[in-house]
Protein backbone atom coordinates (compact mmCIF):
# COMPACT_ATOMS: atom_id res chain seq x y z
CA UNK A 1 0.00 0.00 0.00
CA UNK A 2 1.04 3.39 -1.27
CA UNK A 3 2.15 5.92 1.82
CA UNK A 4 -0.77 8.40 2.27
CA UNK A 5 0.46 11.83 0.57
CA UNK A 6 0.86 14.22 3.31
CA UNK A 7 -1.09 17.60 2.71
CA UNK A 8 -3.03 20.37 4.28
CA UNK A 9 -6.67 18.68 4.11
CA UNK A 10 -5.39 15.41 5.44
CA UNK A 11 -3.85 17.15 8.51
CA UNK A 12 -6.68 18.79 9.14
CA UNK A 13 -8.05 15.11 9.56
CA UNK A 14 -6.64 14.88 12.69
CA UNK A 15 -8.75 16.33 15.37
CA UNK A 16 -5.83 17.97 16.71
CA UNK A 17 -5.46 20.12 14.16
CA UNK A 18 -9.07 20.09 12.76
CA UNK A 19 -9.61 23.84 14.00
CA UNK A 20 -6.31 25.88 12.59
CA UNK A 21 -6.58 28.31 9.30
CA UNK A 22 -5.08 27.01 6.18
CA UNK A 23 -1.87 29.59 6.60
CA UNK A 24 -1.39 27.58 10.42
CA UNK A 25 -1.26 24.20 8.83
CA UNK A 26 0.98 25.68 5.97
CA UNK A 27 3.46 26.95 7.97
CA UNK A 28 2.85 23.47 10.37
CA UNK A 29 3.65 20.89 7.32
CA UNK A 30 7.39 21.50 6.59
CA UNK A 31 8.12 20.79 10.21
CA UNK A 32 6.16 17.24 10.13
CA UNK A 33 8.43 13.71 9.18
CA UNK A 34 5.97 11.00 8.01
CA UNK A 35 7.28 7.54 8.68
CA UNK A 36 6.12 4.14 7.90
CA UNK A 37 6.81 1.03 10.16
CA UNK A 38 6.37 -3.04 9.74
CA UNK A 39 4.57 -5.26 12.01
CA UNK A 40 6.34 -5.30 15.45
CA UNK A 41 8.51 -2.88 14.97
CA UNK A 42 9.24 -0.51 17.52
CA UNK A 43 8.30 3.00 17.18
CA UNK A 44 10.01 4.72 20.50
CA UNK A 45 11.66 2.81 22.93
CA UNK A 46 10.89 3.85 27.27
CA UNK A 47 13.66 6.05 28.41
CA UNK A 48 14.44 7.48 25.00
CA UNK A 49 14.76 11.28 24.94
CA UNK A 50 11.69 12.86 24.24
CA UNK A 51 11.74 15.27 20.55
CA UNK A 52 8.03 15.53 19.71
CA UNK A 53 4.87 13.77 19.67
CA UNK A 54 3.58 10.98 16.86
CA UNK A 55 0.15 10.94 15.48
CA UNK A 56 -1.54 7.67 13.86
CA UNK A 57 -2.35 8.23 9.77
CA UNK A 58 -3.23 4.51 9.68
CA UNK A 59 -3.05 1.05 11.41
CA UNK A 60 -2.34 0.40 15.48
CA UNK A 61 0.48 0.45 17.60
CA UNK A 62 0.51 -0.64 21.26
CA UNK A 63 1.52 1.01 24.18
CA UNK A 64 3.98 -1.61 26.24
CA UNK A 65 5.66 -1.59 29.68
CA UNK A 66 8.46 -3.84 30.01
CA UNK A 67 10.51 -4.89 32.78
CA UNK A 68 13.99 -5.37 31.47
CA UNK A 69 13.77 -8.96 31.80
CA UNK A 70 11.68 -10.17 28.90
CA UNK A 71 8.63 -9.36 30.78
CA UNK A 72 5.89 -6.56 29.21
CA UNK A 73 2.69 -5.35 30.08
CA UNK A 74 0.59 -3.83 27.12
CA UNK A 75 -1.18 -0.62 28.54
CA UNK A 76 -3.21 0.28 25.48
CA UNK A 77 -3.67 0.09 21.72
CA UNK A 78 -4.25 3.19 19.50
CA UNK A 79 -5.48 3.70 16.23
CA UNK A 80 -5.84 6.34 13.14
CA UNK A 81 -6.24 9.51 14.50
CA UNK A 82 -4.60 8.65 18.21
CA UNK A 83 -1.38 10.52 19.15
CA UNK A 84 1.31 9.13 21.95
CA UNK A 85 4.20 11.01 23.54
CA UNK A 86 2.34 13.37 25.06
CA UNK A 87 3.80 12.89 28.49
CA UNK A 88 7.06 13.43 27.99
CA UNK A 89 6.42 16.68 25.64
CA UNK A 90 4.77 18.06 28.75
CA UNK A 91 7.00 17.72 31.46
CA UNK A 92 10.46 17.00 29.21
CA UNK A 93 11.26 13.52 30.51
CA UNK A 94 12.20 10.40 29.08
CA UNK A 95 9.81 8.11 27.39
CA UNK A 96 8.08 6.64 30.24
CA UNK A 97 7.05 3.23 27.79
CA UNK A 98 7.95 1.48 24.35
CA UNK A 99 5.58 2.23 21.63
CA UNK A 100 5.62 -0.70 19.10
CA UNK A 101 3.72 -1.37 15.67
CA UNK A 102 1.17 -4.11 15.76
CA UNK A 103 0.44 -4.17 11.65
CA UNK A 104 2.14 -1.88 9.35
CA UNK A 105 1.49 1.60 10.24
CA UNK A 106 2.23 5.33 9.23
CA UNK A 107 2.92 7.97 11.61
CA UNK A 108 3.87 11.08 11.41
CA UNK A 109 6.51 13.05 14.46
CA UNK A 110 5.89 16.68 15.05
CA UNK A 111 8.57 17.93 16.76
CA UNK A 112 8.13 19.23 20.35
CA UNK A 113 8.53 23.21 19.69
CA UNK A 114 6.90 23.25 16.16
CA UNK A 115 3.93 21.47 18.50
CA UNK A 116 4.44 24.20 21.36
CA UNK A 117 4.06 27.31 18.94
CA UNK A 118 1.25 25.27 17.15
CA UNK A 119 -0.77 24.80 20.56
CA UNK A 120 0.19 28.40 22.06
CA UNK A 121 -2.43 30.10 19.57
CA UNK A 122 -5.41 27.08 19.73
CA UNK A 123 -7.11 26.86 22.88
CA UNK A 124 -9.56 24.28 21.01
CA UNK A 125 -6.15 22.10 20.68
CA UNK A 126 -4.67 22.31 24.09
CA UNK A 127 -8.19 21.44 25.69
CA UNK A 128 -8.00 18.38 23.52
CA UNK A 129 -4.43 17.02 24.69
CA UNK A 130 -5.44 17.79 28.36
CA UNK A 131 -8.49 15.65 27.97
CA UNK A 132 -6.83 12.90 26.35
CA UNK A 133 -4.18 13.09 28.98
CA UNK A 134 -6.85 12.78 31.64
CA UNK A 135 -8.45 10.45 29.87
CA UNK A 136 -5.43 7.85 29.79
CA UNK A 137 -4.75 8.69 33.79
CA UNK A 138 -8.05 7.44 34.48
CA UNK A 139 -7.67 4.25 32.30
CA UNK A 140 -4.53 3.63 33.99
CA UNK A 141 -6.02 4.21 37.36
CA UNK A 142 -9.02 1.58 36.18
CA UNK A 143 -6.32 -0.55 35.48
CA UNK A 144 -4.31 -0.25 38.84
CA UNK A 145 -7.28 -0.89 40.77
CA UNK A 146 -8.19 -4.02 38.57
CA UNK A 147 -5.14 -5.64 39.07
CA UNK A 148 -5.03 -5.18 42.42
CA UNK A 149 -8.58 -5.89 43.60
CA UNK A 150 -10.10 -7.51 40.59
CA UNK A 151 -9.25 -11.46 39.72
CA UNK A 152 -8.20 -13.13 36.53
CA UNK A 153 -11.78 -13.90 35.53
CA UNK A 154 -12.87 -10.46 36.00
CA UNK A 155 -10.14 -8.34 34.45
CA UNK A 156 -10.02 -10.64 31.31
CA UNK A 157 -13.80 -10.53 31.29
CA UNK A 158 -13.29 -6.27 31.58
CA UNK A 159 -10.57 -6.38 28.69
CA UNK A 160 -13.03 -8.31 26.28
CA UNK A 161 -15.69 -5.88 26.74
CA UNK A 162 -13.03 -3.01 26.34
CA UNK A 163 -11.57 -4.35 23.30
CA UNK A 164 -14.65 -6.27 20.73
CA UNK A 165 -15.83 -4.09 18.12
CA UNK A 166 -19.26 -5.04 16.43
CA UNK A 167 -18.39 -6.35 12.82
CA UNK A 168 -21.09 -7.83 10.78
CA UNK A 169 -23.85 -8.46 13.90
CA UNK A 170 -20.53 -9.81 15.80
CA UNK A 171 -18.73 -8.61 18.85
CA UNK A 172 -15.46 -9.27 17.29
CA UNK A 173 -12.11 -9.19 19.95
CA UNK A 174 -9.17 -7.53 19.02
CA UNK A 175 -6.41 -9.15 20.34
CA UNK A 176 -5.51 -12.77 21.35
CA UNK A 177 -4.68 -14.89 24.11
CA UNK A 178 -1.18 -13.57 24.36
CA UNK A 179 -1.98 -9.90 24.33
CA UNK A 180 -5.01 -10.39 26.74
CA UNK A 181 -2.72 -11.90 29.00
CA UNK A 182 -0.36 -8.80 28.41
CA UNK A 183 -2.95 -6.35 28.98
CA UNK A 184 -4.28 -8.23 32.35
CA UNK A 185 -0.93 -8.99 34.07
CA UNK A 186 -1.47 -12.73 33.90
CA UNK A 187 -0.23 -15.57 32.94
CA UNK A 188 -1.14 -17.06 28.73
CA UNK A 189 -1.85 -20.63 30.89
CA UNK A 190 -4.05 -19.02 33.10
CA UNK A 191 -5.65 -16.68 30.59
CA UNK A 192 -6.11 -19.70 28.32
CA UNK A 193 -7.96 -21.66 31.34
CA UNK A 194 -9.96 -18.30 31.91
CA UNK A 195 -11.51 -18.34 27.87
CA UNK A 196 -12.27 -21.89 28.37
CA UNK A 197 -14.17 -21.27 31.26
CA UNK A 198 -16.16 -18.63 28.90
CA UNK A 199 -16.23 -20.34 26.11
CA UNK A 200 -17.88 -23.59 28.08
CA UNK A 201 -20.36 -21.42 29.41
CA UNK A 202 -21.56 -19.80 26.42
CA UNK A 203 -20.17 -16.27 26.89
CA UNK A 204 -18.04 -16.85 24.29
CA UNK A 205 -16.61 -18.82 21.29
CA UNK A 206 -13.67 -19.05 18.83
CA UNK A 207 -14.22 -18.33 15.16
CA UNK A 208 -11.71 -18.47 12.46
CA UNK A 209 -8.96 -18.28 15.46
CA UNK A 210 -10.57 -14.96 16.68
CA UNK A 211 -12.76 -14.34 20.07
CA UNK A 212 -16.48 -13.91 19.65
CA UNK A 213 -18.55 -12.60 22.56
CA UNK A 214 -22.00 -13.80 22.36
CA UNK A 215 -22.83 -12.49 26.26
CA UNK A 216 -21.65 -8.95 26.81
CA UNK A 217 -24.30 -9.08 29.87
CA UNK A 218 -22.56 -11.98 31.28
CA UNK A 219 -19.11 -10.28 31.00
CA UNK A 220 -20.52 -7.60 32.68
CA UNK A 221 -21.94 -9.12 35.87
CA UNK A 222 -19.90 -10.69 38.32
CA UNK A 223 -22.86 -12.55 39.76
CA UNK A 224 -23.08 -14.35 36.06
CA UNK A 225 -19.89 -16.39 36.70
CA UNK A 226 -21.42 -19.41 37.95
CA UNK A 227 -19.48 -21.78 39.54
CA UNK A 228 -19.26 -24.45 37.16
CA UNK A 229 -15.91 -25.04 35.83
CA UNK A 230 -14.29 -22.64 38.43
CA UNK A 231 -10.95 -20.77 37.45
CA UNK A 232 -9.33 -20.43 40.55
CA UNK A 233 -5.83 -18.19 40.74
CA UNK A 234 -5.41 -14.34 40.66
CA UNK A 235 -2.34 -14.47 38.35
Not at 73 to 87: C, H, I, K
Amino acid sequence: MAPTRLTASVLRTLPLFAALADDELAALLPSIRQHSYPARRAILRAGEKSDGVYFILSGRVKILLEDGHGREMLVASLGPNDFFGEMAFVDGGPRSATVEAYGACEVLHIPAKRLRECLQNNVGAVTLVLRTVVERMRKADRKIHDLALVDVYGRVAATLLETSLEEDGEWRVGPGCEQIASMVGASREMVSRVLRDMIDKGVICRKRRRLIVLDRAALADPSSRGTRNPVKGTA
